[in-house]
């Protein structure tokens, strides 16, 4: 069994400092009365480790493909119950993958292990009875290199990926 460790300290307001077991600090924080918040709720962190856990997966399954991809990027867009807790109940995601020669068979497999297998976020979010659904894209790039922070270029014709979750064996365009 893999364990991790955490620790999180209240600095003031609503604004807490987590600190990981290997050292890395995020400060997460809460609109309090009049004062706006001045980092990201936990619960916009609980949905960006989703999209986070999501995008390295389907980076480290194209590498693995050794598909010729220039950029992965995941949009997600959650709805909370409105009385305490105020857990997610619905969690679309829009899942862009950028690269010329990219194969889009291999785009749907990576996304699919991601959401069906290795994503660690998604399986908790879905034991706890949340509606997960996505949409995968592939539009073509000229520009960046695999792994590049940088956007590349959009070119005509992007090919539109779809697929909605529960129906994983659903063929691409």
């Known amino acids: 069994m893999v364990g991790l460790k955490a620790k999180v300290e209240w600095v003031g307001g609503m604004r807490t400092v987590g600190t990981s ?3 890395h600090t995020v400060v997460m924080d809460s609109k309090f009365e009049e004062q706006p918040a001045a980092a990201a709720s936990p619960m916009e962190q609980v949905l960006m480790a989703f999209g986070g856990c ?3 997966d389907i980076v480290e399954i194209l590498r693995k ?3 010729p991809f220039t950029g992965v990027e995941v949009e997600l867009d959650a709805d909370r119950r409105s009385d305490p ?3 997610f109940t619905k969690i679309r ?3 862009t993958v950028r690269g010329v020669g ?3 068979e291999a785009v749907k497999q990576a996304v699919n292990l991601s959401m069906e297998k290795y994503c660690s976020v998604g399986a908790m979010l ?3 009875g949340v509606d997960i659904t ?3 894209r592939l539009e073509p790039s000229t520009e960046g290199y695999e792994g590049s922070s940088r956007r590349g270029a959009m070119v005509p014709g992007a090919l539109d990926v779809p697929h909605t979750a529960p129906h994983p064996e659903a063929d691409l365009p």
């Open 21 to 23: 077991g290997s050292g």
């Open 54 to 56: 999501s995008a390295v």
């Open 65 to 67: 493909k050794r598909q």
């Open 85 to 87: 807790p105020r857990m």
């Open 93 to 95: 995601m829009e899942i």
């Open 102 to 104: 990219v194969a889009p």
């Open 126 to 128: 879905k034991a706890a």
């Open 134 to 136: 996505w949409t995968m």
